[in-house]
């Protein structure tokens, strides 16, 4: 029977946990990264997924040009085939992930511009239908040394000179900047650099390695400010990138500026940054020996509707205010007591200037005597104007709509295929030409790169506290790789994604169709508690184990529920064992015991016996028993082998020990000897008890 019990449970749990645990069907998927970044003659590598529910899938990746796809390597059953670029130029195995998933591994040798670069498109044909991904492989270069050039160092005020900036830029292609850094009292001291002029398509060519040569002009007009004013030139890239790259400064140039006017104006600095830094106008003179006396100073500033005001005024040693308003918000020292020291500053204090009403501009005059037979003098300087700088700091989360619905969504979990629109406002800072840059990163992803797709820009708009403000748009179609895909949009940046001074972040993620169906032997019926069918897709850095969650799962349900099984079906047969045909009958003997005080731990239970028969059933007693003719069972051998050793020898038996095993080898059959015992129990309790039994015990074996 045990065999028999323990067959048929081996046959219900295969056949029963099997149908629990059945493989759920399989979604064919592919995974690629998003931009592949690789810098040209160095080593890249990257890895591909696909998952399918057979082996007999075939998986390509095609390289997109303008005049059709190229196909760059096939895997059949674990076999890869390249095209002859790709043969000798890289290195491409493959493995298995798991049963259903495989892992496309791809080493370039040395990058290259012509044969790597580009969009490419990696698909996946399997039993139940098709599934492709895009990824973009992108080469880049360090720049080299940049070099910055003048026509002239030495020029007259307002003498148009040409700067030039050249060099080799690396890849991609760059913005070129010129800077430079003021000078204060003839020092350039705690003073940095910032950009005057850019160029976002410099002149220059593309070399054959895929790099990028610069030549670009910079027409600059000098004014007596610029004197000992130091410039140079620097490069930045629009597109965000995840690699940094050495950055590219050129040779310092200072420019020696004369001027043919005794009176000068000067703005410090010329670029304010606007919240960090004062505003300060200075007017002084820039031949004082020419002049015997002054009669005044004046200051005097644009205003919003185009004319020339007077602020302020200096008398000898009297300031004379002709702005009241202004006054409230700036101090003023000067004096004409005498040519040399003559000087007339104004000073906004940061946290009081007003933009744009303050950043116009500014003009200088003065009234005098000059030597000889001058006679009477005035000049007036040309106006200047006092720019200013803000870096944006704030920008909205991005908006996210299913693209054509014309309606935002809090939905972030969209199925394979959506194309959603991506749309971010904010601050862009003081430059009207400004952009804001959206940049991605894929499950698994070190670092955000930028998207290769074109966003479209609103036109600018004017905020409050000098900031610019509009809105980016950008366009993504959502495939499988896209498990959860985190986005950027920033302003304020620098070459790298996610070094805006302004950003926000929107997660996206693929919603995967789940439908989940168990068998069991003789119906197949939906299921909504047992097992779940959702698979996760291998992605970039994701864990193999990962990609397996479904099926553990899935597995340890079924094998709770077979376990609950094979214990019912246990004690099923437990049961069934201890009932059979035949009596129920209590011993005397357990009787006896259980009122003699014996310990309840030693008692013999109690045994019932079902026999199924025609007339009523009673409970025999010893009594009850004709013992006349006893049928003397077969006597079990006691005989125990036992071998005597160095160590130990058998003990042997006192004569009460072999008495009382006489008496017990038929008790059941003999009532003398059975009350001979009970005498010899109630003398010696502990070792009367623990013999009855092992008697008793060996008596119903007997019997049954």
């Known amino acids: 029977m045990e065999q028999n019990t323990f067959t048929a449970l081996i046959l219900f749990s295969v056949f029963f946990g099997g149908s629990i645990a059945q493989t759920v069907p399989v979604t064919t998927y592919v995974t690629t990264p998003k931009v592949i970044e690789a810098k040209l003659g160095e080593e890249a590598r990257f890895y591909l997924t696909y998952t399918t529910p057979d082996n007999s899938s075939e998986f390509t990746v095609s390289r997109l040009g303008a005049n059709g796809t190229e196909e760059i390597l096939r895997v059949v059953d674990l076999t890869v085939t390249t095209n002859a670029n790709w043969t000798m130029a890289a290195n491409v195995q493959t493995s298995a992930v798991d049963g259903d998933t495989r892992r496309v591994n791809v080493t370039i040798y040395q990058t290259d511009f012509v044969t790597h670069e580009g969009d490419y498109v990696a698909m996946v044909t399997g039993s139940d239908g098709a599934a492709q991904d895009l990824f973009t492989i992108r080469t880049l270069a360090s720049p080299d040394q ?19 900036c050249s060099g ?18 003839g020092t350039n001291q705690n003073a940095t650099f910032h950009r005057v002029l850019s160029d976002t398509s410099p002149s220059g060519s593309f070399l054959e390695n895929g790099t990028f040569s610069l030549s670009h002009n910079f027409t600059w007009t000098p004014t007596w400010q610029d004197n000992l004013v130091e410039f140079r030139c620097d490069i930045s890239y629009n597109i965000g990138l995840g690699t940094a790259l050495s950055s590219a400064q050129s040779n310092q140039i200072t420019l020696n ?21 004062d505003l300060v106008v200075v007017c002084t003179l820039n031949k004082p020996e020419t002049l015997q006396n002054l009669f005044f100073l004046q200051l005097k500033r644009r205003s919003p509707s185009g004319t020339l005001n007077n602020v302020v005024s200096v008398t000898g040693a009297t300031i ?25 500053s104004m000073v906004i204090r940061k946290d009081s200037v007003q933009c744009p009403l303050d950043f116009t501009e500014y003009e200088c005059s003065l009234s005098g005597f000059g030597t000889g037979a001058t006679g009477a003098f005035s000049e007036i300087t040309d106006p200047v104007k006092v720019s200013y700088t803000v870096q944006p700091m704030l920008i909205e989360t991005p908006k996210v709509r299913e693209a054509g619905s014309g309606v935002d969504t809090s ?19 003081s430059d009207q030409n400004a952009t804001i840059r959206w940049c991605a990163k894929t499950a698994g992803a070190p670092t955000f790169t930028g998207l290769s797709n074109a966003a479209v820009h609103s036109m600018t708009t004017s905020g409050p506290n000098c900031q610019n403000i509009r809105s980016s748009t950008v366009t993504y179609n959502i495939t499988s790789s896209d498990i959860r895909t985190e986005f950027l949009c920033e302003s304020g940046y620098s070459s790298q994604c996610n070094s805006g001074t302004a950003k926000q972040f929107v997660t996206i993620s693929l919603d995967l169709p789940s439908s989940t169906t168990s068998t069991t032997p003789e119906v197949t019926t939906p299921s909504t508690t047992t097992s779940t069918t959702t698979r996760k897709v291998v992605t970039q850095g994701q864990n193999t184990a990962e990609s397996n969650t ?9 094998g709770v529920v077979v376990l609950i099984v094979i214990i019912l079906v246990l004690v099923y047969f437990l049961i ?6 035949g009596e129920s009958y209590n011993t005397t003997k357990a009787s006896s015991k259980s009122s003699s005080g014996g310990s309840t731990n030693n008692q013999i239970p109690e045994i019932k016996i079902q026999k199924a028969e025609e007339g009523p059933t009673k409970e025999l007693n010893y009594v009850d028993l004709d013992l006349s003719q006893p049928s003397k069972p077969e006597r079990k051998s006691r005989v125990v082998e036992i071998c005597n050793t160095e160590y130990a020898s058998p003990r042997k038996k006192t004569n009460k020990e072999v008495k009382d095993t006489e008496g017990y080898d038929n008790e059941a059959l003999d009532e003398e000897r059975v009350a001979r015992t009970q005498n010899g129990a ?10 009855s039994n092992g008697v008793a015990d060996e008596h119903v074996n007997v019997r049954m």
């Not at 109630?682 to 013999?691: A, K, P």
Request: proline share 5%; hydrophobic share 30%; with cysteine.
């Open 682 to 691: 109630r003398e010696s309790m502990g070792l009367s008890n623990g013999h």
């Open 257 to 277: 500026v004369t001027s043919t006017k005794i009176i000068q104006i000067e703005t410090k600095p010329q670029i304010v940054r606007y919240k960090e830094e």
């Open 550 to 558: 479904g099926l553990i799962v899935g597995a340890v349900v079924g």
């Open 320 to 344: 004379q205010w002709q702005d009241q308003t202004l006054q409230n918000r700036a101090n003023v020292t000067g004096t004409v007591a005498s040519p040399p020291t003559a000087h007339l």
């Open 576 to 581: 069934l064992r201890r009932k059979s045909a």
């Open 411 to 429: 939905q972030r979990e969209f199925r394979n295929g959506t194309v959603i629109e991506l749309t971010c406002t904010g601050q862009i800072g």
């Open 168 to 185: 080799n830029t690396g890849r991609p292609e760059p913005v070129v900047h010129l800077l430079q850094r003021e000078t204060y009292n």
């Open 146 to 164: 940049l070099s910055l050039s003048v026509s002239s160092r030495d020029v007259s005020e307002g003498t148009p000179i040409q700067f030039t």
